[in-house]
């Protein structure tokens, strides 16, 4: 067999595989893997192909959870409408901060960002007559998508499988699209990008109100499967997490942070680390890529070096 | 033939060091002009307030003046000069370090007739018929510039020599009407001034204006027709060529006061 | 009620204490950034750890609160300059981004190193102001928050004073003006940076020690000073560390009078509303970047 095909047999495979052999501890595992896929894509489209340092993701995720559980609750609505709702309240939310943010310097925008989600925390807490406060949203009912409920851990995996592909593959597209090659100009030469008539900020903003629809749905699907969600969900640990998934799996490219996200939620299971210690072990690893492996911090901003032995002039 | 280019009393001044003070001036369409000062005269930031990358202060800049499509450039942002068709290239080269060179051409031409980001993502037909058009586009100028056999490489692996032509290539992509080049010979070797010379003379050819930064004087006097000189912020003086060159007030500021050069360059 | 002069004044009081405080937290930030065009991302945990700091102090070595303030802050200087020296100069020729990813790792791990040793439960400082009220015309102020206002004037004139008459000041000045310049003249950026995150840290601390008597400590407290700082110091104009202080005040004024007038979720939102508004409107901030004391 030629070796792409075996590799796709080998995933097939490797996917397969809790399903049929899984205890339901490791269906959550996988479960929970295939959120992190979605949640890494969101912000690898931003930090990786866009080169911003984002911290909106929990925004993005806390919206989507929020929005998904308020209307199964209070609505009941077949979940194909929640859950675009969900994925739409992530683009609202990323215009909404995307769009004071992206045209200010690049300190500023991390800072906004940062600032948003903490906001979004503090409403969250406080706006108890539609978020219950601190004692969050309980008892959320199963997915119904048209009719078809969503119930045993293997049908979330499966679902959870199916979505990781979809957000996957339109990664995929807009990367590879003249849009996606716009948006690495503006990463890697914002003036040059400017001075080539591409609108950088539009283009920005395209893309992280995009990154808002991806990690919208990752929490709605969230909020389903665990079936409770508190102001935790805008925590900042969740940007933590993804910034490793993303830095170490690979930014910028559109495997990397898929396998970053399968390490960083299988390995601190196996390791059953407690969270405390589990972000003290991610805080010390960031802090170890930044100081000694710049040359892979340029690589995930995208600053390629001319290749060592560029021929002369 | 009407100019190309006006520019009115532009102003601009930094914490109190006035970089322009006031500069008028006209480029006449389908010329290679040349803009000549010594370091600090303020030439970089000219370019740089009417190509929408700087605010100017004082003073207004348009692109084709008296006509009916006439823009004035120094009330846009920079995307929007680009797109009303002056293009510019910079003092320190830029490049997309990890974007393939065909990818940069095709980049470059991106601002087509306004797709929306949607539109691109889901490649509509306008997208792809424009897509093909710059493709050829693209093909034609990689071979101008003998760049095809670097087609796919990534821009910033290229050599410094070939990043400049990449960036002369990008400025063709839109066939825009006028190109402001900032010094675009710097640090390049005396073989590939030459040819880059006939590529320029060939670009003005086809109709484009170009509006030159240089300190190689010699490339200045062989290549343009007329030549403004910037002086501490002030347009010192302006003509042809062979006048500038002998003009003392332009020897004093290049060489300080006192000199007893006759010529800017030994003939 | 609304219309009471002495209401009034007592929310005036209020956002005078309050926002002197804010003041305090956000001035060592802006130093940093206009010194060295950095965004310190641990701001808020090293406020945080400050207060623990002062904690430990007097609980593990029993110094009073004086003697341990004092000392606590030299601690956190040194615990700057550390930090800049590991964090920024290895970066500062590098994006910004490093330096930015750096410090929230530094956050990340000071605020679960904190809480892996003292644990979640919040906690309290003693401090011999306590309790103590001075009235004035029937408006009630707090010793503690005298405390504050008179260590933020300290802290103020001590830092004009250091930045315009020391040598190092006059770095750290010329610095936030033209590093290349710096290197040409013999001024060492690294030295200069270390000093800047040792001033910035001990700024930081001190709003830690005179603040932490107040409320509860608890590891996350830093999250809400961040916010706050950040919010300044845009509004002000970053690096700007006059400008900081005036939009510290004002804030502290304004979320008084939103709470006493309006009401509680308003004032939270202040903060945030007005640096959004600031950023869309005047991105320089009120009094734009220049390092002026």
Redesign the interface.
Known sequence: MSGPRAMAVVAVLALALPLVAGSPYVLHIAVMTGFYVILAQSLNLVLGYGGLLSLATPAFFGMGAYVAAILALRFGWDSTATFALAALAGVATGIAIGFPSLRVSRHSFVIVTLSATLLLQLVANNWEDVTRGSLGLANLPPPRFLGVAVQERGEWYLLSVAAAAAVVLVTHLVVGSRFGRALVATRDNEQLALAAGISVFRTRLFAFSLSGAFAGLAGALYAHFITYIDPGVFGFSVSETLLIMVILGGSGTLWGPVGGAVVFTVLPEVLRLAPEIRSLVYGIILLLIVLYRPAGLATWLGRRRAAAGAPPA | MSPILRIEGLVKTYRGITALDGITLEVARGSITGLIGPNGSGKTTLFDCI???QRRDAGRAWLDPGEPGAVELTVL???RV??AGV????QQL??????SVR??L???A??GPG?S??E??L?VPQ?RVH?RRMRERAAGLLEEFALAAHAER?A???????KKLLELA??LM?DPKVLLLDEPVAG??PT?IEALKQHLVRVRDRGVTLLIVEHNLKLVFDLCERIFVLDGGRLLTSGAPAEVAHDPRVLEAYMGAGTRREALLDD | MLTDPVFLAQLAANGVAVGLGYALAAIGLALLFGILGQVNFAHGELYMLAAFALFWVTTQLGLPYAAAALLTVALMAGAGAVLAQVVIVPNLDRSFESVILGTLAVAVILQNAVRLTFGATPLDIASPLEGVTVEVGGVLLFGQRLLVCAVFAAAYGGLAAFLRFTATGRAMRAMSQNRDACVMVGIDPRSVTRWTGALGAALVGLAGVAIAPLFDLYPNMGTEVVFKSFAVVIIGGMGNVAGAALAGLALGLAESFAGGLGSAVLREGIAFTVMIAMLLARPQGLFGRSVRV
């Open positions: 190509s929408g990358f942002p920079a995307v680009a797109r293009r510019r290239t910079f830029k490049v997309f370090a990890g974007l990818d940069s095709l980049t470059a991106q601002s797709f980001a949607l691109e993502v490649r997208v897509e990534l910033g692996a290229l050599s410094y020599g070939q990008m400025a839109t390049v070797n590939l």
